[in-house]
DNA sequence: AATTCGGGCAACCGCATCTCC
DNA sequence: TGGAGATGCGGTTGCCCGAAT
């Protein structure tokens, strides 16, 4: 009957982590690198199945995740790619650098589901640029989306043919290849966290602070991992320029301001710019790699970002990524 | 002040896919 | 090439907290 769930075993912890074992696991990726999470628990002591230590790196520890409010370009990306790419948080994710599938998927369970179930019912469809696209007849779309298709059919043959590097800003670019370099424990590891000494400093914080709870703990420790990393120059050796550890946690909820006033290529540029290898090692432990190569991206991004195509291509958007993938 | 209720979110569960032997 | 194990992913659950009563 198929394979017994990893966690069935007696003594591993479920529910919240502490920050005790927030601090275990950091130290130890630190030291060895994301990925073989099988050994985690084992090598670590802690009695977490690996799942959990995956999940809980790949949506709460690992650096350069953004936490709070999503802007309001986050917001429009996460509507369209969800009208795109339907429920593939994954995917969608990986347009989203800072966020988490599972942020985006609990935002999009929590507000954008009312949001546009609100709008829908509350407007008459003619000004919702995503609400209305489930509204063109089926005949229509698809007549348009064939010249679509092969219109971006077109463009990623050029694009594959010429050098793959120039024709997309990288910002707009999932994080479907592997453009990051490989995890090299010894040198990269003061990315993770500054040093075991600013673990046991964050240690002594919660120390200090108790009457908070493990799990806002948590996100306070990701903050002050944030922090110590910003300031790593005082204590800890680290091979990590200052620069890199801005961009490397540059994705805070603070940031989110500031993006917020960009205009759309600016913040992607923004993006790219942020995009460094250092931060990019991080990203790739929970980004996908493989559903996003089959979207016709050049085309398809080209509209995605482009706020002035949303009306225009709205027929689009009922486009699944099967549909178009199958035509390619 | 106590209780109820609903929203938000972290974490779990189980299936799918990938990788390695 | 097939099977077993590891990892990824999406759906769902359950807890916590703040607002309402």
């Known amino acids: 009957m198929g394979r017994p769930p990893c966690c069935d075993k007696i003594g591993v912890k479920k529910g919240p982590w502490t920050p005790e074992e927030d601090i275990i ?6 030291d060895h690198g994301p990925g073989n999470w099988r050994s985690v628990p084992t090598n670590t002591g802690l009695l977490r199945c690996s799942k959990s230590c995956r999940l809980r790196w790949t949506n709460y520890l690992r650096p350069g995740i953004k936490r709070g ?7 429009k990306m996460i ?11 994954a995917a969608i994710a990986s347009y989203l650098p800072q966020r988490t599938d ?13 949001k546009l179930r609100k709008l829908q019912t509350g407007v008459d469809g003619h000004n919702q640029d995503v609400l209305s696209a489930s509204q063109v007849s089926k005949g229509q779309w698809e007549r348009r989306l064939q010249t679509d298709i092969h219109m971006a059919k077109q463009a990623l043959c050029e694009a594959l043919s010429l050098d793959k590097t120039s024709s997309l800003p990288a910002g707009l670019k999932p994080n479907t290849t592997n453009i990051y370099p490989p995890y090299t424990a010894p040198s990269q590891g003061s990315t993770y966290a500054s040093s075991a000494e600013n673990i046991s400093r964050l240690l002594e914080k919660w120390i200090k602070n108790p009457s908070k709870k493990p799990q806002k703990n948590s996100d306070s420790f990701n ?11 005082e204590g800890a050796a680290s091979t990590t320029t200052p620069e890199g550890f801005d961009s490397l946690f540059s994705f805070n909820s603070s940031n989110s301001d500031a993006s917020q006033s960009m205009s759309l290529d600016e913040t992607m540029t923004t993006a790219t710019a942020n995009l460094t290898p250092e931060t990019s090692l991080f990203q790739d432990e929970s980004k996908p790699t493989s559903e996003t190569n089959q979207v016709p ?12 195509a949303v009306q225009g291509n709205e027929d689009l958007i009922n486009m699944s990524l099967e549909d178009s993938a199958a035509l390619f």
């Open 25 to 30: 696991l950091v130290s130890y990726i630190q």
């Open 69 to 75: 409010n999503f802007t309001d370009l986050e917001e």
């Open 79 to 89: 509507i369209h790619l969800q009208a795109l790419l339907g429920n593939r948080w």
């Open 102 to 114: 599972n942020d985006i998927k609990n935002y999009w369970n929590t507000h954008l589901k009312k």
């Open 223 to 233: 903050n002050a991992v944030a922090t110590t990393g910003s300031n790593c120059s």
């Open 297 to 308: 991206l050049t085309l398809l991004e080209k509209w995605l970002f482009d706020d002035g």
